[in-house]
């Protein structure tokens, strides 16, 4: 099968990036794509360093038009779409940064990111509540694909949760501009490939809003860690690659990472156990 990711960049005028991100979506399916990544809150300009409440007004509900394009572009051409927008939840002033995962046409999960920060220009604590569950597997009938949203990229445990939970796909949506975080951005993405030997798939937006620039390098990973495809830089436009599911049981027989963990010695990872005393 075929993994793609898109690149964009975010206008002012959100029905023009949708229709941008729309025609990306399509192109990617005519090349053979299974699965498809948008990238986080991929129809609207993403957060600045200085909290705005008038930010609040890109907000919009789950059947807004960015899943609107997602859930249409999914069930024309039966394909699984992975969206991300910045959520207006049922209850007034309640918002979220949320992914939703569409199978032919059809919602089959919706993750709110649980990790936010409040650092390096992203005060994402200030317009977001965090999401309550971990991330959900999805079956889409040839795999099995989870997300976590950007940030949680620094947080191991997740992707660890999705390949425990059978997904031999991760799904990353970001908005990264931060410079130094580009030095690490990709060898993260390729040990989340490596240690959970899975497929990683990275969409990230491209340009300058505000006083970002977001430096794209939107990819899709082997489970050895191998970059398989990238986006051209500066620019919309896909990151696609034809891969071999059959990698990840191969690889998880030969690294058995899974099989060799010892999780009741990881408790203090989950806050299960108390810090060691100092010995006498």
Same mark, same amino acid.
């Given at each position: 099968?075929?993994?793609?990711?898109?690149?964009?960049?975010?206008?002012?005028?959100?029905?023009?990036?949708?229709?941008?991100?729309?025609?990306?979506?399509?192109?990617?399916?005519?090349?053979?794509?299974?699965?498809v990544l948008l990238p986080e809150m991929f129809a609207v300009p993403f957060v600045q360093?200085?909290?705005?409440?008038?930010?609040?007004?890109?907000?919009?509900? @789950? *059947? $807004?038009? %960015?899943?609107?394009?997602?859930?249409? #572009?999914?069930?024309?051409?039966?394909?699984?779409?992975?969206?991300?927008?910045?959520?207006?939840?049922?209850?007034?002033?309640?918002?979220?940064?949320?992914a939703c995962t569409y199978v032919d046409g059809e919602r089959r999960s919706v993750y709110r990111k649980s990790h936010l920060p409040f650092s390096n220009g992203f005060p994402e604590k200030f317009y977001f509540r965090p999401g309550e569950t971990p991330p959900e597997v999805v079956d889409t009938g040839k795999t099995r694909v989870g997300t976590v949203i950007c940030y949680e990229r620094h947080f191991?445990?997740?992707?660890?949760?999705?390949? @425990? *939970? $059978?997904? %031999?796909?991760?799904?990353?949506?970001? #908005?990264s501009a931060s410079a130094p975080m580009k030095e690490v951005?990709?060898?993260?993405?390729?040990?989340?490939?490596?240690?959970?030997?899975?497929?990683?798939?990275?969409?990230?937006?491209?340009?300058?809003?505000?006083?970002?620039?977001?430096?794209?390098l939107s990819a899709v990973y082997g489970p050895n860690g191998e970059v398989l495809a990238t986006a051209p830089d500066d620019a919309d436009g896909l990151a696609i690659a034809?891969?071999?599911?059959?990698?990840v049981d191969e690889i998880r027989r030969r690294r058995p990472f899974l099989r060799d963990r010892r999780p009741e010695l990881y408790g203090r990872v989950s806050g299960s156990q108390t810090a060691p005393t100092e010995r006498s």
């Amino acid at each position: 099968m075929k993994l793609a990711a898109v690149q964009l960049k975010a206008g002012a005028d959100r029905s023009e990036t949708i229709s941008r991100a729309r025609a990306l979506v399509d192109d990617a399916a005519a090349q053979g794509a299974h699965i498809v990544l948008l990238p986080e809150m991929f129809a609207v300009p993403f957060v600045q360093p200085e909290p705005d409440p008038d930010y609040f007004a890109h907000a919009e509900g @789950l *059947d $807004g038009p %960015s899943n609107t394009m997602a859930a249409e #572009a999914s069930r024309r051409h039966g394909i699984t779409v992975v969206s991300s927008v910045f959520e207006a939840s049922a209850v007034p002033g309640i918002y979220h940064n949320t992914a939703c995962t569409y199978v032919d046409g059809e919602r089959r999960s919706v993750y709110r990111k649980s990790h936010l920060p409040f650092s390096n220009g992203f005060p994402e604590k200030f317009y977001f509540r965090p999401g309550e569950t971990p991330p959900e597997v999805v079956d889409t009938g040839k795999t099995r694909v989870g997300t976590v949203i950007c940030y949680e990229r620094h947080f191991p445990e997740l992707s660890r949760t999705v390949a @425990l *939970d $059978g997904g %031999s796909v991760l799904c990353v949506p970001v #908005a990264s501009a931060s410079a130094p975080m580009k030095e690490v951005f990709q060898l993260e993405l390729r040990a989340h490939a490596v240690f959970n030997s899975m497929f990683v798939v990275c969409a990230n937006r491209h340009g300058i809003e505000g006083v970002k620039e977001y430096f794209g390098l939107s990819a899709v990973y082997g489970p050895n860690g191998e970059v398989l495809a990238t986006a051209p830089d500066d620019a919309d436009g896909l990151a696609i690659a034809e891969v071999d599911l059959a990698q990840v049981d191969e690889i998880r027989r030969r690294r058995p990472f899974l099989r060799d963990r010892r999780p009741e010695l990881y408790g203090r990872v989950s806050g299960s156990q108390t810090a060691p005393t100092e010995r006498s």
